[in-house]
């Protein structure tokens, strides 16, 4: 079987403008599914940029909440209430909010303020500049180090600024592992420094963390939570909710949905068609293999085979283009957030596997159907 | 008496339904014999490529036997059948059907290697057949690169290469000029029939009538008459 094969690898390698051709439109096809899904991961993962920099385990919010971004303050008898739960080691509250920051040059630039509980500094990122002690310091303010960091004229530690009037200094400069969707800089305070500075409505609570006592209190955390009219989510449950809010409620997701589809659709047509003129073009080498004395069996094992092969370096090639072109945009635009991952890639492969499966598919009825009699009869 | 190599009996073969039908063979019997070469000969649209196809497991009958050592190949299952072909048939299609790309002794392996024979054994041995028809330097070259005379070789070795005793050859001469044409069939004659072997060639072409040991008429699907040939030797 390893010599037919072979055969096989040379009737389709062998053809150079052909092979070419299949093999582009494959990576074609991958590149796009590639990119697509890349882009959306990277969307979705910065969609919940503050949940995975804070890293509480056990988030509170209003029910209605569906993104970090977006939150409802809650009043402050519901932090007292979770504090007196069952399994609940401590809680903490979470401020978050929009303001606008007055830089020294006059320029003003909206940020997102996080405001950590005062007493614990529960959440709080990895400096790499100052101390976090400093953050009690008057008027204090840790930035992030991140994409939209030099929106803020690349601050340094006593760098000033005005937030809502107030004045604000930088004490700390902190790395955090993502940066936000939404292009602005991210400011670190405490909790009632936030919301004395920033025009607060009623409530001010934005989210609560619970670090629980064990993992096997986190069901009836969650459960006594929600008696109180509020939802417990652990850190993937709010990912995922705030991932499913991009990609069902919101335009991004849907269109990506589509596009990426779409891609898959180019894809497999180019791929489907070329591979199908292919076998049209070979039809009478595989009547000559026919006659001589090839098994069905192994026309079909050839054919699955030049699918195959083809799928996987198409599939190699769109991988490398799709990362190259991600790696170089991130190189230009810091803030560049497609981001290739393992669902990504296990994605493009299936849809390359149906690609090669369907291509396949035509090839073989078409191959098991010639007589070679029509081919020869000159 | 010679060693019968293969009988077909009352072959008949048409194409298409109603209107369209064309009766391409209409009741053809005869016997092909070990030793022998065996001309069919015939106007153009007389039924020899559809006979020869027949009784070489290509092409179906409608009705009739083909029998090679008392078993009808017709009924046989498409693996036994896929495995006459290789294993007792050679077919020296008209337009030789070699593959462009790959090179002239990998276009004579193939029969090898769909026996399963291993590469390099199989490029060996048809480095042989090669060489039997004079070709060994031309080895490496992609076919498109030989003249038609040497096409029509490679396609010889690779017909011979499974060693079948049953050879078919369908107007071997009909893209050759005169020369060419008989020395091939010439060759044939000398280096490729024996005793344990059976010649089938259809031709119009008279340079090459010398050759025949039996020559078969057909005309419009039937067989009008044999005739013994010059180049057969009591
Ligand atoms: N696949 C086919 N469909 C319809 N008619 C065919 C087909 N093959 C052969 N024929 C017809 O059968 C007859 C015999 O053809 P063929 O065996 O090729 O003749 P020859 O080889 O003697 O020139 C011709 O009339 C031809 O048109
Ligand atoms: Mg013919």
Request: charged share 20%.
């Amino acid at each position: 079987m390893r010599g037919i094969l072979k055969i096989a690898y040379k009737l389709l390698v062998n053809d150079k403008g052909k092979f070419a051709a299949l093999l582009m439109g494959i990576t074609f096809a991958v590149f796009l599914m590639v990119m697509m899904t890349s882009m959306f991961a990277g969307i979705l993962h910065r969609s919940s940029a503050t949940v995975l920099n804070i890293g509480a385990k056990v988030w509170v919010m209003d029910p209605a909440v569906n993104t970090p971004a977006n939150s409802i303050p809650m009043p402050d008898y519901v932090l007292d209430a979770v504090r007196s739960i069952n399994g609940v080691r401590y809680a903490v509250p979470l401020y978050s909010g929009g303001a606008l920051v007055k830089l020294r040059s006059g320029v003003y630039q909206s940020v997102t303020v996080i405001g950590l509980d005062d007493s614990s500094l529960y959440g709080r990122p990895e400096l790499i500049e100052g101390q976090i002690e400093d953050i009690y310091a008057e008027n204090a303010f840790v930035v992030v180090k991140d994409a939209e960091f030099r929106k803020l004229g690349n601050p340094r530690v006593g760098t000033e600024f005005e937030v809502n009037d107030h004045r604000g200094v930088i004490v700390g400069i902190a790395r955090v592992t993502t940066s936000g969707l939404f292009g602005v800089p991210t400011l670190y305070t405490t909790f009632n420094r936030a919301i004395s500075y920033i025009p607060s409505t009623r409530f001010t609570t934005a989210f609560i963390l619970i670090e629980p006592k064990s993992n096997e209190a986190v069901p009836s955390i969650k459960a006594q939570v929600k008696a109180l009219g509020y939802e417990a989510l652990t850190k993937d449950e709010f990912i995922q909710k705030t991932s499913n809010f991009y990609k069902y409620q919101t335009g991004v997701g849907t269109n990506v949905l589509i596009m990426t589809v779409i891609s898959f659709i180019v894809g497999l047509s180019i791929s489907g068609q070329t591979f199908y003129t292919f076998i049209l073009e070979n039809l009478e080498k595989f009547g000559a293999l026919k006659a001589i004395g090839a098994k069905g069996k192994e026309l079909v094992y050839m054919i699955l085979f030049q699918a195959t092969f083809t799928s996987l370096a198409g599939y190699g090639l769109g991988i490398g283009l799709a990362s190259l072109l991600i790696t170089v945009a991130r190189l230009r635009l810091p803030s560049y957030a497609a981001m290739i991952t393992f669902v990504n890639l296990g994605f493009a492969f299936v849809m390359v596997l149906v690609i090669a499966g369907i291509s396949s598919y035509i090839g073989v009825r078409k191959v098991l159907r010639i007589e070679p009699f029509d081919i020869f009869r000159g | 008496m010679a060693d019968l190599a293969m009988r077909a009996t009352e072959l008949v073969k048409w194409f298409g339904e109603g209107d369209a039908k064309t009766v391409a063979v209409r009741g053809v019997s005869f016997d092909a014999n070990f030793g022998e070469m065996l001309y069919i000969v015939g106007p153009s649209g007389s039924g020899k490529t559809t006979l020869l196809s027949i009784i070489s497991g290509i092409l179906r009958p409608n009705e009739g036997t083909v029998s090679v050592e008392d078993e009808d190949i017709w009924n046989m299952k498409s693996d036994q059948l896929a495995e006459f072909r290789l294993n007792r048939v050679g077919f020296v299609f008209q337009d030789y059907h070699l593959f462009p790309r790959l090179t002239t002794v990998e276009n004579v392996a193939i029969p090898l290697i769909l026996k399963r024979l291993d590469w390099n054994k199989s490029m060996d041995e048809a480095m042989g057949f090669l060489e039997i028809v004079g070709l060994k330097d031309r080895a490496r070259l992609p076919p498109v690169k030989l003249s038609g005379g040497e096409q029509q070789r490679v396609a010889i070795a690779r017909a011979i290469a499974s060693r079948p005793d049953i050879l078919i050859f369908d107007e071997p001469t009909a893209s050759l000029d005169g020369d060419t044409g008989r020395r091939i069939v010439d060759f044939v004659k000398k280096n490729i029939l024996n005793e344990k072997r059976c010649i089938i060639i259809v031709t119009h072409d008279s340079r090459i009538f010398e050759y025949a040991d039996r020559i078969m008429k057909m005309e419009d699907g039937r067989i009008t008459g044999f005739e013994q040939g010059v180049g057969h030797e009591e």
